[in-house]
């Protein structure tokens, strides 16, 4: 049974409820049937109950379940995305987007003020976007599948430098207190942060982290 702070790697498919529109999933074989194309990463996903690697309302309905288990979760606005915020819609010229060589196109997310924005319609030389996610005021519904329970300190510590890299470490070493991975790409020092400090809050705080480029 699973319980807080397990490391649980999932498939999942995630819908718009009120449309059923897929807008995140992990099973390829799922893309496949309904003719999903995209930038998806169609393998298993870690998730750590009680952490923050999912929405916390889909991390939290892994508790006590079990290897194996299939089930549903709705997830209430509030609880995934955000409510929508009309404040958050904005007016600009069309002659700000032609000023930075952008063509906008409805449905187009964008960078605006250092903020990610969609645009939402354009007329008459105007462009109205929104800075709200675009998932923001959905109702959401998971369909999740348990695949397996992470136990091998070795294994964790590669699954954690691919939740935050997308890719698996070219090889991962424990050694006493020091774990060591050896990767192809450069690892932005923000990345490296992060990995050494959920290696140190989930598998063991006196681990020292290292990642070196082959």
């Given at each position: 049974m699973i319980k807080e702070n397990d490391f649980v790697m999932i498939n999942f498919v995630g819908r718009i409820t009120a449309t059923n529109q897929i807008f995140d999933l992990t099973d390829k074989s799922v893309a496949e049937k309904e003719?999903?194309?995209?930038?998806?990463?169609?393998?298993?996903?870690?998730?750590?109950?009680?952490?923050?690697?999912?929405?916390?309302?889909?991390?939290?309905?892994?508790?006590n379940k079990n290897i194996g288990d299939k089930y549903e979760v709705t997830v209430a606005p509030k609880d995934g995305f955000g409510e929508f915020d009309r404040k958050l819609i904005k007016t600009y010229g069309l002659s700000v987007f032609r000023g930075n060589n952008i063509n906008p196109s409805v449905g187009d997310m964008i960078m605006l003020d250092d903020r990610m924005a969609t645009v939402?319609?354009?007329?008459s030389g105007r462009v109205l976007v929104s800075y709200n996610h675009p998932l923001a005021g959905k109702e959401l519904k998971y369909s999740i599948e348990v695949l397996s329970i992470i136990e091998d300190?070795?294994?964790?510590?590669?699954?954690?430098?691919?939740?935050?890299?997308?890719?698996?470490?070219?090889?991962?070493?424990?050694?006493?207190?020091?774990?060591?991975?050896?990767?192809?790409?450069?690892?932005?020092?923000?990345?490296?942060?992060?990995?050494?400090?959920?290696?140190?809050?989930?598998?063991?705080?006196?681990?020292?982290?290292?990642?070196?480029?082959?």
């Open positions: 003719n999903i194309k995209g930038d998806y990463n169609f393998s298993p996903v870690l998730v750590i109950p009680g952490g923050n690697y999912v929405l916390k309302a889909v991390s939290d309905s892994l508790l939402l319609a354009i007329n300190n070795k294994d964790k510590c590669s699954a954690i430098f691919e939740h935050y890299t997308g890719k698996k470490p070219d090889s991962v070493e424990i050694q006493g207190d020091s774990v060591k991975f050896t990767a192809k790409d450069d690892i932005k020092s923000y990345i490296k942060d992060g990995i050494s400090q959920d290696i140190k809050k989930y598998i063991n705080d006196k681990f020292t982290v290292e990642i070196i480029k082959q």
